[in-house]
């Protein structure tokens, strides 16, 4: 066995976050999938034994299960001694940007995508809201990547790899990244890291 098993489904993007962590820093581990579009994780069983919350990713590793994208890639930092903050400072700031990541970078965007690309539900009221919001965090991060080469500065963080969740992913949302120039030289400086894959390399793919 691996040393670390990670729970994930190629369409989610939280789990790209610490499957990318995962291949950048050489861990040893492997996917343990998840059959989300037919409702694993809504499932009992799922709850009990593998998340309460009813979400990936869940990492395994000695003894312990882990959820929440931002915990998994902390602990990873921690034990791989890559790509973590270097002092305290840098702790708060990766902090930051993943609570931000959370809340408006990845979930509006990551919610706008499964309606508006994956379910297909065309323009309606919702997928405008998630656009404007989405366009709004894109806005921000543009601002700060636009005299860094990544969120903190000139090495790569856990930070990165949080908001790296969804941007390379194929499915259509609306919005035109060719407005976000900063956004696209960060991706291709992550994308040139070695390990790097794209999500559904790194992945099974739920839906067929
Ligand atoms: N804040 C969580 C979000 C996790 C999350 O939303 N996971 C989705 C897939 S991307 C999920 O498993 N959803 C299952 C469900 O809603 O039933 C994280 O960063 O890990």
Request: proline letters at 5%; one cysteine or more; hydrophobic letters at 40%.
């Amino acid at each position: 066995m691996a040393e670390y098993r990670l729970h994930c489904f190629g369409e989610s993007g939280n789990a790209y976050k610490a499957a990318l962590m995962l291949a950048v820093s050489g861990a040893d581990w492997e996917r343990v999938p998840v059959d989300y579009f037919n409702g694993q994780t809504r499932t009992p069983d799922f709850r009990e034994e593998i998340n309460a919350m009813g979400e990936v990713p869940v990492l395994e590793h000695r003894g312990r299960k882990l959820s929440q994208s931002g915990v998994i890639l902390t602990y990873l930092a921690e034990q791989t001694g890559k790509f973590g903050p270097r002092d305290d400072d840098e702790r708060y700031e990766i902090l930051r940007w993943m609570l931000f990541d959370n809340h408006k970078f990845t979930s509006y965007y990551a919610t706008l995508r499964f309606q508006f690309g994956i379910q297909k539900t065309g323009e309606t009221a919702v997928t405008e809201f998630l656009r404007t919001r989405a366009l709004s965090a894109y806005q921000i991060v543009e601002k700060q990547l636009g005299d860094r080469e990544f969120l903190l500065g000139d090495r790569p963080t856990i930070a990165d790899f949080s908001l790296a969740g969804y941007v390379y992913y194929p499915e259509e949302t609306g919005i035109d990244l060719g407005q976000f120039p900063a956004i696209a030289g960060w991706k291709t400086r992550i994308a040139a890291l070695p390990g790097w894959q794209a999500p559904y390399d790194l992945m099974p793919r739920a839906q067929s």
